[in-house]
């Protein structure tokens, strides 16, 4: 969602945080819950808190 | 720190492991391995069943068996320990989970060996536990990873 909304592609978003392109696909379909590293540098490029991106449940 | 190597001795330590793991394996059931290179050398403790002789000394032996366990060994742990060309959390967490498995599946190999052979011919078993830990590790990390960019 908020991926969308900054108009950035999954390959885009993978080089900004120096992942590959298989990761981000992982995290958005919730097969992989990132590290708390990766989770701040997602929000800060996204500009929210970590809590918008992601849940426990 | 992660401990791997570059990405670059991949390939080739690949190739070299697999196929000296064939290769070696052939030479061990055929018992030719046994027999390449022979020459003296200095043993810190050796047993023969045939003349009961202690090492402690120089003796006579075989190096083909040394010379394959080293390749493999080395060439394994390059190949299994090698990053990816994006190396990044996903991988780590997914090489852990191989390795993982890896010894699960070769130590209940271990315990079910133990009950089921016997006498001399568990030195085999013996053998294989030393390399099936890399090569499980190889395979499963590998089949993980193809599903991974695959995806």
Known sequence: ???????????????????????????ENNK????????????????????DLFSLD | MNYLFDNKYKKISGLVFYLTSIIGFYLLITDIIFDLFTLNVYSLFSESFSDLTY???????GLGDEIF????????LINS???EKIEDELISKIRL????MSLFISYGLVIISTFLIYNLSYMYVMVFNLFIILILFNLIFSYRLYKHYKS
Do not use: A, H
Not at chain 2, 55 to 61: S, V
């Open chain 2, 69 to 76: 366990t080293t390749i493999i060994i080395i060439s394994g």
């Open chain 1, 1 to 27: 969602m908020y991926r969308g909304k900054y108009k950035m592609t999954q390959e885009d978003l993978s080089i900004k945080l120096g992942v590959s392109r298989q990761t981000i696909n992982s995290i």
């Open chain 1, 32 to 51: 992989y819950f990132p590290s708390l590293e990766l989770g701040l540098k997602l929000s800060k490029i996204f500009e929210c808190k970590v809590d």
């Open chain 2, 81 to 83: 320990f090698c990053k």
């Open chain 2, 97 to 100: 989970e191989s390795l993982t």
């Open chain 2, 55 to 61: 090492g402690g000394g120089w003796i006579e032996n």
